[in-house]
């Protein structure tokens, strides 16, 4: 069974700054891809960023220059540091792991609410 956990959500005022945390367990193959998306009500869910096991990352470019993504292969961590957070960050954001094998494994998701 794999576990995929996030934490660090919470409330933050605009312009301040969030770290989201993401940690994959269990019987779990090697993992490729680790990444952050997200989704807004009434909005489809959407990709934040990716980082690969050779640490390539991709970001969405409403968060380029932001949104910072790190990952420890040997932990199998990701995490999502945010800053300059504005409203529209805000949204659910979910941890996505994707293993050389072509599993794909969400966890439960964190809310992210950017408001004065």
């Known amino acids: 069974q794999v576990q995929v956990v996030e934490s660090g959500g919470g409330l933050v005022q605009p312009g301040g700054s969030l770290r989201l945390s993401c940690a994959a367990s269990?019987?779990?193959?090697?993992?490729?891809?680790m990444g952050w998306y997200r989704q807004a009500p009434g909005k489809q869910r959407e990709l934040v960023a990716t980082?690969?096991?050779?640490?390539?990352?991709n970001y969405a470019d409403s968060v380029k220059g932001r949104f910072t993504i790190s990952r420890d292969n040997a932990k199998n961590t990701v995490a999502l540091q945010m800053n300059s957070l504005i409203p529209e960050d805000t949204a659910v954001y979910y941890c996505?792991?994707?293993?050389?094998?072509?599993?794909?494994?969400w966890g439960q998701g964190t809310q992210v609410t950017v408001s004065s």
């Open positions: 996505n792991v994707a293993t050389w094998d072509t599993d794909n494994y």
């Open positions: 269990g019987s779990i193959s090697r993992i490729y891809v």
């Open positions: 980082i690969t096991s050779g640490y390539i990352k």
